[in-house]
């Protein structure tokens, strides 16, 4: 049975954050993410952990402080922006036990070569590889959709593959994003197939809506299926947006899988 995490910083709306831990709990999700964490204290943030007892899977790097960035990994010229957001992203998955975090590599600006991009993310990711392995934390690698995000750096896992061998560190993995992936090439099962040896977590939603995975277009249960088939192990987040009440939409599908 797929290991899934809930996701709050889309699910669970209704409440405040705080709150939120201890109704993923109640829930019967015994893991959350969060995707940028950041506005609250770390202290406070592993408070509600420890009391939900729950664990922290993942959290995104932050994406930069100027309108429309979606990341600074693949940024020239903005490598100390970069480390100092990879510093941040640190703190905080020490601070809470995550062992894993999203670097995100930004949209390439206009008039900068895509090249140039990918060069200034490979050795970007290389010093943020060798500094977090050193904590044990895995950093992860999303390819991004370019209708939700136009002219990010990388929208495929063949591309986010290929950077990943570019960096060759052990601790540099594939993010599967079922929504995104569904978007820019489907063929969902085959391609966690070929990419398996290189996927850290999954996360998933339905399309179009990004809801619960009822709805949309993707069998997703039977995806949720295949992952078990092929032996993966790691977590599955639900990065959805309830279309209602949170439970109500999760007693819809999570029943068979503990949840609700």
């Known amino acids: 049975m797929p290991r899934f995490c809930a996701n709050l910083s889309m699910m669970f709306p209704e409440l405040e954050m705080p709150r939120r831990f201890a109704a993923a709990r109640e829930a019967g999700f015994k893991a959350v993410e969060v995707l940028r964490p950041y506005e609250y204290p770390v202290a406070d943030v592993r408070g509600w952990l420890q009391d939900a007892g729950l664990e922290f899977v993942l959290l995104n790097s932050p994406p930069g402080k100027r309108e429309g960035d979606r990341g600074l990994a693949g940024q020239p010229g903005r490598e100390a922006e970069f480390r100092d957001a990879l510093g941040k992203s640190l703190e905080y998955c020490v601070g809470l036990g995550a062992k894993m975090v999203h670097m ?23 010093d943020a590889g060798i500094a977090a392995r050193g904590m044990g934390i895995k950093l992860t690698l999303e390819p991004l959709n370019s209708r939700d995000a136009p002219n990010y750096l990388h929208n495929t896992a063949a591309k986010t593959r290929e950077l990943i061998s570019r960096i ?27 990419n398996l040896d290189v996927v850290g977590p999954i996360q998933f939603s339905s399309l179009p809506g990004r809801n619960e995975p009822q709805y949309g277009e993707v069998n997703l249960p039977y995806v949720f299926d295949q992952i078990d088939a092929l032996g993966y192990k790691g ?19 999570g029943a068979s899988y503990g949840l609700g």
């Open 235 to 253: 977590w599955v987040g639900c990065e959805y947006r309830p279309r209602g009440d949170t439970i109500e939409g999760l007693k819809g599908w």
């Open 168 to 194: 060759a560190l052990d601790n540099v993995l594939l993010q599967y994003d079922l929504y995104h992936l569904q978007i820019m090439q489907g063929d969902l099962v085959e391609n966690l197939r070929k």
């Open 104 to 126: 995100m590599a930004g949209s390439v600006p206009e008039g900068t070569a895509r090249e140039a991009c990918e060069e200034t993310f490979v050795e970007n990711m290389y």
